[in-house]
Nanobody
C-alpha cells in the first residue's frame, strides 16, 4: 500500500531554514507528480508546491515563491522541501501527497516558526 512519511519539521526562529523530507513507498515513485501541502491552525489545507514526475517542472504558492524549493530524488523515492527565510506565517503541519487515482497523504510534520 502507498505510504508517505514526512520528516524534518521542528521549531525554528524567524529567518531560519528547514528541509522537509517525504519518504515514499508502495508505488512507483518516479512515475508520479508529488505535492506539498500545509495546514495552519484554524485554516484550510493549502497547496505549497508541486513537482512533476521527472522533476523538470515545479510550481509554488505565491506566499512561498523565492523562499521554498521543491525537489525529488527518484533513486531514493524521496521528496524534499527546502524552506528558507521562514516567517511565523509558515507555521503549519506540512504534508506530502500523491495522486495515484486516489489521493494519498502522509501523517504530516509540524513546522513552528517562533522566536
Amino acid at each position: 500500500q502507498v505510504q508517505l512519511v514526512e520528516s524534518g519539521g521542528g521549531l525554528v526562529q524567524p529567518g531560519g531554514s528547514l528541509r522537509l523530507s517525504c519518504a515514499a513507498s508502495g508505488f512507483t515513485f518516479r512515475l508520479y507528480a508529488m505535492t506539498w501541502y500545509r495546514q495552519a491552525p484554524g485554516k484550510e489545507r493549502e497547496l505549497v508546491s508541486g513537482i512533476t514526475s521527472g522533476g523538470g517542472s515545479t510550481n509554488y504558492a505565491d506566499s512561498v515563491k523565492g523562499r521554498f524549493t521543491i525537489s525529488r530524488d527518484n533513486a531514493k523515492n524521496t521528496l524534499y522541501l527546502q524552506m528558507n527565510s521562514l516567517t511565523p506565517e509558515d507555521t503549519a503541519v506540512y504534508y506530502c501527497m500523491v495522486r495515484t487515482g486516489l489521493d494519498h497523504w502522509g501523517q504530516g510534520t509540524q513546522v513552528t516558526v517562533s522566536s
